[in-house]
């Protein structure tokens, strides 16, 4: 499964069976989580075999169930996006090697001893990471993907294909209570700004955008554009 397949095929999955995640497939994961950590300067982990974090009420609450395994995002104050952008790119390699994952900011227990959180460092969310019991179903399209871009080139014209792919590779990412408050504008020179459109209601607009970066730059091919 390429990476664009897998951004087709992830769906936010929150229950999970009882399948341990083969050692290998944990490796690749933890590889990939070196990675970034060393590329974005985060301090993600990957937390096997722990199922505190899931077993009480609030995750009942949630609807989770089954979960054993978690991917803990962990970074500095200002490394939100980042947590998101490189985040999500462990999310899809986990798709890819045919597991399920879903972020969860809110309907989980903080389990301090089962991962380090440096000082001046904080956990903001984690994500659940198995075999579903299900593959999940795709989310709500609100409208169509001109309605979260700009062209503001000096001759705006139609957009180009790599842009469109791009979008609608955006329009597909995870994001909190599914708010999509992102937009993408289109500059001259094929440069790309990407920024939160404004809410009252959602902490996670950070993540969020970089969560959508991450998939916008897959979709549209990162040799086609530079972020501006
Ligand atoms: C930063 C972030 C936090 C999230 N927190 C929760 C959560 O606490 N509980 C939950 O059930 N889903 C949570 N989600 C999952 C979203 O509800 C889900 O991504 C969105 O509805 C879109 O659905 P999809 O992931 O299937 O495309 C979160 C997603 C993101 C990106």
Not at 58 to 64: N, P, S, T
Not at 114 to 136: F, H, I, M, P, R
Not at 159 to 178: C, H, Q, S
Request: glycine share 10%; net charge negative; charged share 25%.
């Amino acid at each position: 499964m390429t990476l664009q397949e897998s951004i087709l095929a992830r769906h936010s999955v929150r229950q999970y069976i009882d399948k341990p995640i083969e050692v290998e497939k944990i490796q690749q994961m933890q590889d990939l989580i070196d990675e970034c950590n060393r590329e974005g300067g985060l301090h993600i982990q990957l937390v096997t075999d722990e199922p505190n974090a899931f077993s009480g009420g609030l995750a009942k609450y949630g609807k989770f169930s089954g979960i054993r395994n978690y991917i803990a995002m962990i970074g500095r104050k200002g490394d939100d996006e980042n947590l998101g952008y490189y985040g999500e790119k462990v999310v899809l390699l986990a798709q890819t090697l045919g597991l399920n994952t879903c972020w969860v900011g809110l309907t989980f227990r903080k389990q301090p001893d089962k991962y380090k959180v440096l000082d001046e460092e904080k956990l903001v969310c984690v994500v659940s990471l198995g075999y579903g019991a299900t593959q999940g179903v795709q989310h709500p399209q609100k409208k169509g993907f001109e309605s979260y871009c700009k062209d503001a080139r000096n001759e705006p014209g139609s957009y180009p294909e790599w842009f469109v792919n791009g979008m609608k590779a955006a329009l597909l990412a995870p994001t909190a209570i599914n708010q999509q408050k992102f937009e993408f504008v289109l500059h001259d020179g094929n440069k790309v700004e990407a920024k939160t459109r404004f809410t009252m209601l959602n902490g996670y607009a950070p993540i969020d955008l970089g969560i959508a970066k991450c998939h916008f730059e897959i979709g549209a091919g990162k040799e086609n554009f530079e972020w501006e």
